[in-house]
């Protein structure tokens, strides 16, 4: 799936319910985080849940593998990680994830002061872009 | 006769909407929402009074220093103290513990003493008590709460010993909403010679605090929480013990003589109140408690009680939920988990639905993994509280059952 095919699919729901419901079920869709990932170095501190993101190289382009322990949080990291993966350090410095998540009607989770783990992960992420 | 919805008048905030939905808000032991009289005295005092305090050479400033000292008699009236002079002003109960860790701690404590604590001690008072172990050398005990979360005065008399010389101890749990036994926790400290601060930042909310019948010899709680103002709290002490107790922070306001060679320093308050304070957070306070005497704070728990009971009995009908804190006499602090549903998950839901709970640890963390869990959602009472807004939230909790 495309950021483009999500927010247009996000587009379709009306109600803050059936948004959620589908966040639920793009966490359950994301692959599984190996257990032997979901350790203190991993760990995105700062958050009312548990989240870990995991980063990897391979030529310029980096991927990441994340997870949480809280359902909703997990469908957030989806999304985060749709934005990000597979892009080059300089493509994840120019994302305007704000506007992405405006679009998609969830910029609410985004601010910082919502200890979701949502705003951290996105600054341990544009971190890793620039030290990998 | 204790009208509530009357009662939820006084407090602008409850006529907004959250989400589009009523405002039940379930986070007053986080802080409490505000009655109007107090914002009112507050804009008032910078409208029409305002100067510095005890600078007074003139009328404002005389003014505004008898109504901050008048404030002081207010705290005095709502603790029961013996005398306004053993009322300190603070930022916080936080920053009251500091103070008596940072003055008291560092006069009196020395590597062979003990400071006994429970398991059940928010952040504030298990943190400087710590750090301060750490620097001096002391044992830092720690008596245990049962798993009902009742206090367990068997383990507190095994760890009290003649070595003790401070027990400082939450009057209420924030997590668990545990009454701690306070006189007979203070009756066998002082038998063994101990001094005994009482963290009273969520009992002075909920119940009438008695210092002289207690006989604690600190006690600490926060204006934000008893419908007052922020960066306002109260420390009681004992006269002759702060009158022995070195200041905390050093400047204005605190002193006798001052020569470039040598300082000598106020007696309390004063000693302890350096700098400028928060002159119209403390007015602003002592409204806040005037209201809660003038509501009559027997009436407060009368009815706070009722809810309570209330609410243990609709939590106990959702299936999956489990109650974390369930000892007699509670007061209404709720900690709980839904069986299937992260706290997290919980929180944004409940959100949606205009009902207001913290998710976490709750700065207890310790407590919190003692209990079984690592993160906990957690709704609490204020006098303004209704019994729709149990049913709100249950109905909420219930709606959140279906997502996963
Ligand atoms: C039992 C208890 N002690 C201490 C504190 C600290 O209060 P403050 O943050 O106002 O200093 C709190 C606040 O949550 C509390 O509930």
Excluded at chain 2, 194 to 199: E, F, G, M, T
Excluded at chain 2, 224 to 231: A, D, F, I, L, V
Excluded at chain 2, 262 to 286: N, Y
Excluded at chain 2, 308 to 331: D, E, N, P, R, V
Aim: with cysteine; charged share 25%; proline share 4%.
């Amino acid at each position: 799936m495309t950021i483009d095919e999500l927010i247009e699919n996000f587009s379709f729901l009306d109600t803050w319910e059936d948004k959620y419901r589908y966040l639920i079920e793009l966490g359950e869709k994301m692959p599984p985080l190996p257990e032997s990932y979901k350790t203190a170095p991993w760990q995105v501190k700062g958050c009312q849940s548990q989240v870990w993101l995991v980063p990897s190289k391979e030529e310029d382009r980096l991927h990441f593998l994340g997870d949480s322990d809280a359902a909703i949080v997990k469908g957030l990291i989806s999304i985060v990680l749709l934005i990000y993966d597979n892009k080059s350090p300089s493509e994840i410095k120019a994302v305007a994830v704000d506007d992405i998540f405006a679009k998609i009607g969830l910029k609410e989770h985004l601010s910082p002061s919502r200890r979701n783990g949502l705003e951290a992960m996105v600054a341990k992420i544009r971190q890793y872009a620039d030290i990998l | 006769m204790y009208d509530v919805n009357k009662i939820r008048e006084d407090f602008p905030i409850f006529a907004l909407s959250i989400n589009g939905k009523p405002n039940t808000f379930l986070d007053s032991a986080a802080s409490a929402q505000k009655p109007k009289i107090v914002i009112d005295k507050m804009n008032d005092m910078y409208l029409h009074e305002y100067a510095n305090v005890h600078r007074g050479s003139y009328l404002l400033s005389e003014e505004i220093t008898s109504a901050f000292e008048q404030a002081r008699a207010t705290v005095q009236k709502f603790v029961n103290a013996s005398s306004s002079s053993e009322i300190v002003f603070t930022r916080s109960a936080t920053e009251s513990i500091n103070l008596v860790a940072a003055s008291w701690g560092h006069k009196f404590l020395k590597a062979s003493d003990e400071v006994l604590i429970s398991e059940a001690e928010h952040h504030a008072n298990l943190v400087p008590w710590q750090v301060l172990r750490d620097e001096i050398g002391f044992k830092l005990n720690i008596c245990r709460v049962n798993d009902d979360g009742s206090f367990d005065m068997e383990d507190f008399r095994k760890k009290l010993s003649s070595k003790t010389k401070l027990v400082a101890i939450t009057g209420m749990s924030n997590v668990l909403g545990t009454i701690f036994p306070l006189k007979e926790i203070i009756n066998l400290a002082h038998a063994k010679g101990a001094k005994v601060l009482v963290d009273a930042c969520q009992l002075a909310v909920h119940q009438k605090i008695d210092v002289k019948d207690l006989d604690c010899d600190f006690l600490a709680f926060s204006g934000h929480k008893t419908y007052g103002p922020t960066g306002i709290g109260v420390l009681y002490g004992k006269y002759e013990l702060l009158d022995s107790m070195p200041p905390y922070q050093c400047g204005g306001d605190m002193v006798d003589t001052v020569t470039y060679e040598h300082t000598t320093f106020d007696i309390p308050p004063a000693r302890f109140e350096a700098g400028t304070p928060a002159i119209v957070e403390a007015i602003g306070l002592a409204e806040a408690l005037k209201y809660l005497m003038s509501l009559g704070q027997d009436n407060i728990t009368t009815h706070e009680n009722e809810l309570t009971a209330y609410a243990i009995k609709q939590f106990s009908q959702i299936k999956g939920l489990h109650q974390i804190g369930t000892a007699q006499g509670k007061g209404g602090v709720f900690s709980f988990v839904v069986d299937g549903i992260h706290p997290q998950d919980l929180a944004f839901i409940l959100d949606k639905e205009g009902v207001a709970v913290r998710v976490g640890h709750h700065c207890a963390a310790p407590l919190v993994k003692r209990m079984g869990y690592s993160s906990v959602a957690r709704a609490s009472l204020g006098l303004y509280n209704t019994k729709e807004d149990i049913d709100i939230l249950v109905k909420a909790i219930n709606k959140a059952k279906t997502f996963f």
